[in-house]
């Protein structure tokens, strides 16, 4: 059998180390670039299995600003592990997701998938925290995606910021179909403003007019509450209190 890779072995052995390099780099750059793609492609593969947490709470960041957010999303997971008492080995128990921005129009291709992941991402139970400018909490509280939070939040940490004037109410509003199946208009308190807190600023991660929702769906509701918890310098609780508040 002929070896198609004999004339190259011969040139090579005629060649200095610089000239070998130039030469493999002008004939087999292309396999080159391809194999380091190859290889680049399953070890990120390998790093994401290796840090998924099923267990992990999902925060949605929307219309967010951050310089650093590896450093951020980084600072969180290590405060919050800390604060529910993980194992310093453990996974992160946060996930951040920063890709969203505040539309009620489908004009694009780029806005229509947004809009498609999100809402499988709050059917699906992925996700548990909404933190989003305050138009954004209204607008999907008016679609009943947030769970009131008279009846998830610990009562200590429900009257405190009911108190301090940072909670405030959102009005559900049914469809026509809704309706026929029941459903009524209800006034709920929905969403936390946290414009005036620094946990998120210290952390150099913006949004203007900044709040906050717990989504009715999520399959880490408890550990949303419980990072709010922290945010407000509140003792960590294993399971998410209810209330004896009724909605007003």
Not at 15 to 43: E, H, L, S
Not at 146 to 172: A, C, I
Not at 200 to 211: A, H
Request: proline share 2%; hydrophobic share 40%.
């Amino acid at each position: 059998m002929v070896n198609p890779f004999k004339g190259d072995k011969e040139k090579l052995a005629q060649m200095n180390f610089r000239q070998k390099v130039d030469y493999i780099w002008t004939y087999y750059k292309f396999w080159i670039i391809a194999i380091i793609i190859v290889i680049a492609f399953v070890v990120a593969f390998i790093q994401a299995q290796l840090a998924y947490n099923p267990n992990a709470m999902t925060i949605l960041m929307c219309d967010s600003y951050c310089n650093d957010s590896e450093t951020a999303y980084s600072s969180m997971n290590q405060e919050f592990s800390q604060f529910i008492g993980l194992d310093e080995d453990a996974k992160e128990p946060i996930n951040v997701d920063d890709t969203f921005f505040f539309t009620t129009q489908s004009s694009n291709s780029n806005s229509a998938a947004m809009a498609q992941k999100f809402l499988a991402l709050v059917i699906s139970g992925e996700a548990d925290l909404m933190v989003a400018p305050k138009e954004a909490i209204d607008y999907y509280g008016s679609q009943n995606m947030f769970s009131d939070l008279s009846k998830v939040l610990p009562e200590d940490l429900f009257n405190y910021l009911k108190n301090q004037g940072l909670l405030f109410e959102v009005t559900y509003t049914p469809t026509e179909d809704e309706i026929e199946d029941g459903a009524s208009e209800e006034t709920y308190y929905g969403g936390i403003r946290l414009d005036g807190i620094d946990y998120f600023s210290e952390k150099g991660i913006t949004v203007d007019n900044m709040c906050a929702a717990v989504f009715y769906s999520g399959d880490h509701q408890s550990m949303a509450v419980d990072f709010l918890n922290m945010v407000f310098g509140f003792e960590h609780t294993d399971t998410a209190s209810e209330t004896s508040q009724s909605r007003e």
